[in-house]
Structures are given as structure tokens and as C-alpha cells.
């Protein structure tokens, strides 16, 4: 009995169906219009919902079929920027030592001698120790004895050189002495560091009439410097307390040793 009520059940709601599907087919399309409308109002939001999730599936797989070949990962464009910046500032420098050298070159006392450009890896420039470390040494054609230039100024001289590295000799190292004249005068003295950022100049006759800020030239040496170059300036004249017949000079580079990053070794002949 009640399997005979079931199946009557099911065969009324299948009727059912068939009227109502009967009645929108036949029915008016305005009344039609409007049942479409309402279901669309009401479903509207799960509706634009899976239209998205569609639509951004299909975006992506195109992506994927029809990614160019020239995209890098992120991982590579950094370390592509990274290299070409680190290129650009190389370049920077050498442009900056090209500069400075070709300003050396150009001069005609330099004709015929050559310029190592060195860095400066380590300083000591206070005490009775006055000294530079730079990277340059015989295998870039450095021997003991060349002179040190920095800022058109002589420094120093070469006094330990070894394959890559080379020891510069300050002016103001109590062991440094290096032939000087000053100013106009035409005489030859020593000038020895005093190992207090300067160096003196003794027995210059006080018939020189030597002024504060007169130039101090390094006098040429064959082999090692073919024209007398700057060395310092005279920063102090005053009678020798032993001989007052003699001025008692102190002298001062003229560029700030301290703050050096670079500097110039004269070689006189280059081997080509």
C-alpha cells in the first residue's frame, strides 16, 4: 500500500511539472521577461561570483601559454641590477684616474715618463712612523726610490717594494731626506721629516731672505725625476737657536696626507 502511494506521488509531482513547464512555454513573454529578471536579481551575487572565478582561471592559463621569453625571475633581475651598478661606479673611478693621469701627461715636463696610479690600503701618518701601503708594486714597474705624487705634490718616496704592494716614505718620516731648494734660490739642501706631520731644512744662510709660503721644490735626480717638482710650502722661519746665523725651517706638504685614498708613482723609464 505504501509502495503503491509513492509511486502515485511521483507520478503526480512528474505531472506537475510537465503543467508548469507547459504553462511557461505558453505563457505571455512579457510574464516570461519578468521570471527571468527575478531570478536574476536574486541569484545575481553567486552568479558574478563563479563569472570571476572563471574568468580569472582563463587569464591565468593564457598567461601561462603565452608567456614571452625574455621574463626573468625576480632572483636574476636583482642580480643583473646589481652587477650593472656595480660596472657603472667602476667605470665612474677609471674615467676619474683616466682624467687625472692624461692631466699629468699633458704636461711637457712629464714628456716620456710614465704614471702608476695606486689606492692607498693602509696609513700611518702620526708619530716618528710616517708611511703609506699601496697596491701597486714590481710587477707594475715600482722600485725603491721612485717618488710619490698626490695632488701634483711630492709625498714621499718608495722605500720597500714587493710583487703587488709598495711602502711609501712620507716627507715628514724622520728617515726621509730628499734635496730641495727653496723658492728662487738657487741652492741644494736636505730636507729630513721631523716626525711631526713636517719637515725641516737647516743650514740655509740667513742671507736668503726666506718669507712664510715660499715653495720648497724637490730637486731632480737622475733616474728618478727630471724637473724640480713641489714639495711643500715653508710653514715657519726662525734663527737656529745654536747658530743664528742660519734659518732653522719648517716646512708642510701642501695637500692633506690624511684624507689621501690614491696617489701617483713617477717612473722615469718605463719598460714598453
Known amino acids: 500500500m505504501a509502495k503503491n502511494a509513492t509511486k502515485v506521488s511521483g507520478r503526480m509531482l512528474f505531472i506537475w511539472f510537465m503543467l508548469a513547464g ?31 572565478i572563471s574568468l580569472s582561471a582563463s587569464r591565468w592559463m593564457a598567461s601561462e601559454q603565452n608567456m614571452p621569453t625574455d621574463v626573468v ?5 636583482n642580480r643583473l641590477h646589481n652587477h650593472l651598478a656595480n660596472v657603472t661606479e667602476w667605470l665612474k673611478q677609471e674615467r676619474q684616474k683616466v682624467e687625472k693621469l692624461s692631466g699629468l701627461r699633458d704636461r711637457p715636463a712629464w714628456k716620456g715618463v710614465d704614471f702608476v696610479l695606486a689606492d692607498v690600503i693602509a696609513a700611518s701618518v702620526n708619530g716618528l712612523r710616517s708611511e703609506l701601503i699601496i697596491n701597486r708594486g714590481q710587477k707594475d714597474g715600482l722600485v725603491k726610490d721612485q717618488f710619490v705624487l698626490a695632488n701634483e705634490s711630492i709625498i714621499g718616496t718608495l722605500f720597500k717594494v714587493d710583487d703587488r704592494t709598495a711602502r711609501v716614505r712620507l716627507i ?6 730628499i ?9 741644494d739642501r736636505i730636507m729630513q721629516g721631523d716626525g711631526n706631520s713636517s719637515a725641516k731644512v737647516q743650514l740655509v744662510s740667513t742671507k736668503y731672505k726666506i718669507k712664510i709660503d715660499d715653495i720648497v721644490y724637490a730637486q731632480k735626480r737622475p733616474g ?9 710650502a715653508v710653514s715657519q722661519c726662525k734663527s737656529n737657536d745654536e747658530n743664528p746665523l742660519v734659518w732653522d725651517i719648517t716646512v708642510k706638504s701642501t695637500c692633506d696626507i690624511k684624507s689621501l685614498t690614491d696617489v701617483v708613482v713617477v717612473v722615469m723609464n718605463p719598460q714598453n
Do not use: C, H, W
Open 22 to 52: 507547459l504553462i511557461v512555454f505558453f505563457a505571455p513573454q512579457k510574464i516570461t521577461n519578468k521570471f527571468q529578471f527575478g531570478f536574476v536579481r536574486i541569484f545575481r551575487r553567486p552568479l558574478g561570483i563563479g563569472r570571476n
Open 73 to 77: 625571475s625576480r632572483e636574476r633581475y
Open 179 to 187: 734635496a730641495v731648494k727653496i723658492a728662487q734660490f738657487n741652492m
Open 172 to 177: 715628514s718620516d724622520p728617515a726621509s731626506k
Open 224 to 232: 728618478f725625476l727630471s724637473t724640480p717638482v713641489i714639495v711643500g
